[in-house]
């Protein structure tokens, strides 16, 4: 339960200034990868201001952090048969979706092919894409040519770039140095997660106190280094 974990019973017995903690991350760092602040949230480890949505967690997704979802959109086009809430979760490596918004995700990108050539969407047998599993040479070129993922939740937007899920030797499915999609679906029932495609563009800050999520860019300089 939440309120026996190891931050809770710091806050209760008051050895923490504030029940909130915050977290970033930083892939393949030098000193670590990330930094985690209990009691508050340095300002360093971020650029510009904060921006807040409430912590939509209730009912058995109350120990969860939680956000309510007003749309996601791909190349600026909304998919469809989004569920209304995403959970956060820092121990996800890729982002996950209920089947429908993934057929969405997938049918979205094949209806750019009439317009722009999509390595491992476009041009490949019915069956063979990025989104069946199977993994391709990219170059950055190539990944620069595919769409933002934008995730809309109350009065934020955040970006997965296509750099974030499109991922070099990700997982155990393609050959050395190929590039494969970190996104996967969850079933017909399945939850909508986001997890690291997602959070290492950003600086977040879980405000328990006032039931609010913090989004702000990470600085990359400082994230996952030594103290500050």
């Known amino acids: 339960p939440a309120e026996t974990s190891v931050f809770s019973q710091l806050v209760n017995a008051g050895a923490l200034p504030a029940d909130v903690w915050s977290l970033c991350l930083r892939p393949n760092g030098g000193r670590s990868n990330g930094t985690i602040v209990f009691g508050g949230v340095d300002d360093d480890l971020f650029h510009g201001e904060l921006q807040w949505t409430p912590n939509a967690a209730s009912g058995p997704y109350a120990p969860f ?23 956060i979760d820092t121990g996800t490596n890729d982002l996950l979706l209920n089947d429908k918004a993934f057929a969405s995700f997938k049918q979205s990108l094949l209806d750019m092919c009439a317009t722009t050539n999509l390595t491992g969407m476009c041009n490949v047998p019915e069956g063979q894409t990025l989104f069946d599993g199977k993994c391709f040479d990219l170059s950055p070129a190539d990944v620069a040519a595919y769409p933002d993922f934008v995730l809309e939740v109350p009065g934020i937007s955040l970006v997965i770039s296509p750099p974030q899920y499109l991922l070099a030797n990700f997982g155990s499915i393609g050959k050395p140095g190929q590039t494969c999609l970190a996104v996967s679906p969850t079933g017909p029932n399945g939850l909508v997660i986001v997890g690291d495609t997602l959070l290492v563009r950003y600086t977040i800050v879980f405000d328990r106190a006032n039931h609010r999520i913090g989004w702000a860019p990470v600085n990359v300089d400082t994230c996952g280094m030594e103290a500050i």
């Not at 956000?67 to 209304?84: E, I, Q, S």
Request: without cysteine.
């Open 65 to 87: 952090y939680v956000m309510a979802v007003d749309a996601m959109t791909v190349g600026g086009k909304p998919l469809t048969g989004v569920l209304p809430t995403v959970i």
